[in-house]
């Protein structure tokens, strides 16, 4: 009998469990983690509210008990690669044939004065959205450290709690980690008429308190924001330390990988936010903690433990979220991360109607795509929509870049239409954008 062993509890490592229990193979399967409960990370921001109870939010460890795996509640301390065997910080000790890190990432902790004062919180755990929970029941002003994905849907949340929030961002506008500027100064307008108070090109320089609770935020200007409390949300950094210490090979990305997931010693695989990742435009090293690339590499994992010599082709980033009104998302490259990477593109463009413009409620649609000039394929596409639809346009985009689709695959493929549900017959919304990059050729 075969025997597997996975360190991590977040999706990377479930599904691992869920193939090779679907396999049907004798295998031993070990999941050793050191959160007792695990908490939906990306539905942290929706579980302030306190509509639902926290559990609504929690990751039940059936999911691995009822898969025929062993869930072990500990940390893993060491690793020794030559005898196949870990041994966590409580004395125990599992002989593998094949283990999975699985590790995942933790919230960078910007070395900013005073960040160990109380009432200074991360979104990442359990203890997380329950601390968000209270301090939005008994305080007033809150003050958000970081304008990306997470520090965005949390503001939005407090607001809509009725509190009074201020966004903090290093950067001209909120959100250009994942979106062009346009697409970014639209959302960054309508979350401030909705009563978000936002400061972009600003520092954190220091926490104001009594030694013991913040009660100031300082700016690189020297001005000082009044909070009752501090979220802190300025991404996050893979969990490397485990690999390091066993001498595996590491990057600031994450633990290095060949394409079967493979690290540099044997019998030994990462997946998920812990492990490096690379675009699958252009093949070079990318940030991309996102549960769904956790489970795209997991699968490949599955695969090679069960003898299935199976490749990453890399991550497109496939993204989407909300503010207020509207949806936004991205895959593959934006414009500004193309030319970053020094390739020569074009940018299609297009505002569509999601219904029949004789329809009640009718909005429009705005598309950026980002064609290769040499290749004309797809290499990265943006939506910004009302309405909650938007995930799906991501996927064609992320899909259509799989596939390698060019300018003239999209102006010939084939799409529904409702009165309701989509634009009228004559019109799409991708295929208005590759016409246009078309014209700009």
Avoid: W
Wanted: hydrophobic share 40%; charged share 20%.
């Amino acid at each position: 009998m075969e025997k597997v062993v996975i360190i991590g509890g977040g999706p990377a490592g479930r599904l691992i469990v869920h193939a090779l229990h679907k396999a049907q193979k004798d295998f031993s399967v070990t999941l050793i983690k050191d959160e007792e409960v695990n908490v939906n990370r990306c539905a942290v921001p929706y579980g302030i509210s306190g509509q639902k109870p926290v559990e609504k939010f929690c990751i039940s460890n059936t999911l691995v008990t009822d898969f025929g795996a062993e869930l072990v509640l500990d940390t893993v301390d060491s690793i020794d690669k030559d005898q196949q065997v870990v041994t966590t910080v409580a004395g125990k000790t599992f002989a593998y044939d094949h283990l999975v890190l699985a590790t995942g990432s933790q919230p960078f902790i910007p070395p900013i004065p005073n960040i160990d004062l109380k009432n200074i919180v991360n979104v990442r755990s359990k203890e997380d959205m329950e601390q968000m929970r209270s301090f939005a029941k008994q305080y007033k002003k809150c003050v958000v450290v970081g304008g990306g994905y997470i520090g965005i849907e949390v503001a939005v949340v407090m607001k809509q709690l009725g509190l009074d929030v201020t966004v903090v961002e290093m950067q001209p506008h909120v959100l250009l980690m994942t979106m062009d500027d346009d697409f970014a100064e639209t959302i960054e307008a309508h979350i401030i008429e909705k009563g978000v108070n936002v400061i972009n090109n600003a520092k954190v320089t220091a926490f104001e308190g009594d030694g013991e609770r913040v009660s100031g935020v300082t700016l690189d200007n020297g001005n000082v924001l009044s909070a009752d409390f501090v979220i802190v949300s300025v991404g996050v950094k893979p969990n490397i330390s485990l690999a390091e210490k066993a001498g595996l090979k590491t990057s600031r990305f994450g633990i290095c990988t060949n394409e079967s997931l493979e690290t540099s010693a044997k019998n030994i695989y990462a997946s998920g936010d812990c492990a490096e990742k690379k675009s699958f435009v252009t093949s070079n090293p990318s940030m991309g903690e996102f549960g769904t690339n956790a489970v795209f590499m997991s699968k490949v994992v599955a695969a090679n433990i069960l003898g299935k010599k199976t490749t990453f082709p890399g991550i497109i980033n496939a993204n989407a979220s909300s503010a207020f009104d509207y949806t936004f998302g991205s895959a593959g490259l934006i414009a500004k991360a193309a030319e970053r990477e020094g390739i020569d593109y074009v940018v299609g463009e297009s505002d569509v109607m999601d219904m029949y413009p004789m329809m009640d409620g009718v909005s429009v649609i705005k598309t950026k795509l980002v064609f290769d000039k040499a290749s004309r394929k797809l290499i990265g596409g943006s939506v910004l929509r009302k309405g909650h639809c938007v995930a799906a346009n991501v996927d064609f985009i992320s899909f259509a870049i799989q596939m390698g689709a060019t300018i003239e695959d999209i102006l010939k493929y084939q799409y529904a239409t409702h009165p309701e549900l989509a634009a009228k017959p004559s019109d799409n919304t991708y295929m208005f954008a590759a016409q246009d990059a078309l014209e700009k050729l």
